[in-house]
């Protein structure tokens, strides 16, 4: 079982940056994939990116590439996201989740845990 907890959100100008927090729970964090995921108002649920269990592979979805950095820290239980240079379009909650699956799935249906997520605003 995990449980994870994100922070960090917020209102920022476009261009603007955010970091990320997902503390998780539990001894077995470095065991899982883990990502990042959003969604928008009256729209589904998409995938942002994902880190391995190392945290050395990365994969993120096309729009973000460039723009937004997943890293993790196992000593602390916590993966990020870095989001630079941000955009309107990128306002959305954001969740994180856990597998143990690998790090190019990224449909959230293969996604067991679940965070509350976390609300960016991005105005222009």
């Known amino acids: 079982q995990v449980q994870l907890v994100e922070s960090g959100g917020g209102l920022v100008q476009a261009g603007g940056s955010l970091r990320l927090s997902c503390a998780a729970s539990g001894r077995t964090f470095s065991s899982y994939t883990m990502a990042w995921f959003r969604q928008a108002p009256g729209k589904e649920r998409e995938f942002v990116g994902a880190?391995?269990?190392?945290?050395?592979?990365?994969n993120y979805v096309d729009s973000v590439k460039g723009r937004f950095v997943i890293s993790r820290d196992n000593a602390k239980n916590t993966v990020y996201l870095q989001m630079n240079s941000l955009k309107p379009e990128d306002t959305a909650v954001y969740y994180c989740?856990?597998?143990?699956?690998?790090?190019?799935?990224?449909?959230?249906?293969?996604?067991?845990?679940w965070g509350q997520g976390t609300q960016v605003t991005v105005s222009s």
């Open positions: 989740a856990a597998t143990r699956g690998s790090w190019y799935v990224t449909e959230w249906t293969k996604y067991d845990y």
């Open positions: 880190i391995s269990l190392s945290g050395i592979g990365t």
